[in-house]
Nanobody, 124 residues
């Protein structure tokens, strides 16, 4: 049983920073890919970033490149999303997700395990 628990969300002014954490438990994640997604009210869930647990390769959505960085701490079984230069349009519920696929994927339906989400609100 895979469990993912997000934390670190909150309210921040535009231009500010937040770091989200995704603590994973229940499995050995060496062959997993972990992704961050977000969903704003009335919109579809969208890809933000993804990382391979085994080799650390990453991919970021164009909308967050240069501002957000995904990383992992193998010893802590935790994946992070460092968010800088936040904009009001980044406001959403942020979810981490895990998949056994061996290649990075940006498609939400490829991920079989999801956390409960953490709210990020950016005020203008």
């Amino acid at each position: 049983q895979v469990q993912l628990v997000e934390s670190g969300g909150g309210l921040v002014q535009a231009g500010g920073s937040l770091r989200l954490s995704c603590a994973a438990s229940g499995r050995t994640f060496s062959r997993f890919v972990i992704g961050w997604f977000r969903q704003a009210p009335g919109k579809e869930r969208e890809f933000v970033a993804t990382i391979s647990w085994s080799d650390g390769s990453t991919r970021h959505a164009d909308s967050v490149k240069g501002r957000f960085t995904i990383s992992r701490d193998n010893a802590k079984n935790t994946v992070y999303l460092q968010m800088n230069s936040l904009k009001p349009e980044d406001t959403a519920v942020y979810y981490c997700a895990a998949t056994r696929r061996v290649v990075l994927t940006t498609t939400p339906s490829d991920y079989g395990y999801w956390g409960q989400g953490t709210q990020v609100t950016v005020s203008s």
